[in-house]
C-alpha cells in the first residue's frame, strides 16, 4: 500500500497534531497509508546531541522513508516566516537525493503553527515549497472549494493547513483547523493515486 509520508518538527505539540490529522485524511483515501516521522532538533556543538530514537511520537525520518513514499507532507513551526532550523536542516542534506531525482514527481503539500494570527503562516508555507520545487515534486494547497477555508476565523490557508496556538500556545487545532488538515491530506493521498495510476 503507497505511503504518503508526513514529516514534521514541532516542539510544542500544535504541528504534530496537524500531522495526525493530515495522516487521518491521507488514510480515508482508499489503498493509501501515511507514514509520520519528525526530525532530530539541531542542537549548538556544546549541547548534547539527540538520542538516535525520540522519547516519544513519531520516529525520525530516514531517506530510505523519502525513496518509499508515494507524496510527502512536510510540516514546521513558524520561525520569523520560515520553517524552524531541524527541518531546514534536514532538508539541506538531501543533496543526493535532489540529484538522484528521489521525490521528482511526487505530489507534496505544506503544515505550520503560529502563536498568533499574524505571525506569518502564509510565507512560512510557501518558504516550505521552494526546497519542494527544486526536488521536482507537484505542489498542492487547499482549494476553496473547502467550505471551513471560506469560514476559518483562525488557522488555514490556501497554501496549507495551519494552526493558531495563540498567546497561551494551545496545541490543539480549532475544529475547522482539523477539517482543513484533513482535506489537505485527502487531497495529497488522492493526487499520489492519480499520479501513480
Given at each position: 500500500?503507497p505511503?504518503?509520508l508526513?514529516l ?10 496537524l ?42 525520518v530516514?531517506?530510505a ?6 507524496g510527502?507532507?512536510?510540516?514546521s ?8 532550523a531541524?527541518l ?7 543533496g543526493a537525493?535532489w540529484?538522484s ?7 507534496a503539500?505544506?503544515?505550520t ?20 520545487l ?17 469560514t ?12 493558531v ?5 494551545d ?6 483547523e ?9 487531497r495529497?493521498a488522492?493526487?499520489?493515486?492519480k499520479?501513480?495510476?
Open positions: 500500500m505511503d504518503i508526513v514534521y518538527y514541532s516542539r510544542g505539540g500544535s504541528v504534530a497534531q500531522a495526525r490529522h493530515i495522516a487521518r485524511g491521507v488514510e480515508e483515501v482508499p489503498g493509501m497509508q501515511a507514514r509520520l516521522r519528525t526530525v532530530p532538533p539541531v542542537a549548538p556543538v556544546t549541547a548534547t546531541a539527540a538520542a538516535p530514537v525520540p522519547d516519544e511520537g513519531a520516529p525520525y530516514t531517506t522513508d523519502l525513496a518509499q513514499c508515494a510527502l507532507a512536510i510540516g513551526p513558524t520561525r520569523f516566516g520560515n520553517m524552524a531541524p531546514k536542516h534536514f532538508i539541506d542534506t538531501l537525493e540529484a531525482g528521489t521525490l521528482v514527481g511526487k505530489p503539500a505544506a503544515f503553527s503560529t502563536a498568533s494570527q499574524h505571525g506569518g503562516q502564509e510565507s512560512t508555507l510557501l518558504t516550505m515549497m521552494l526546497p519542494l527544486h526536488h521536482g515534486m507537484v505542489i498542492v494547497g487547499i482549494p476553496f472549494t473547502e467550505a471551513a477555508l471560506n476559518t476565523r483562525t488557522g488555514g490557508t490556501p497554501y496549507g493547513a495551519s494552526h496556538a495563540g498567546p497561551g500556545d496545541p490543539q487545532p480549532s475544529e475547522e482539523k477539517l482543513l488538515a484533513r482535506a489537505l491530506g485527502r495529497l488522492d493526487t499520489a493515486r499520479l501513480q495510476a
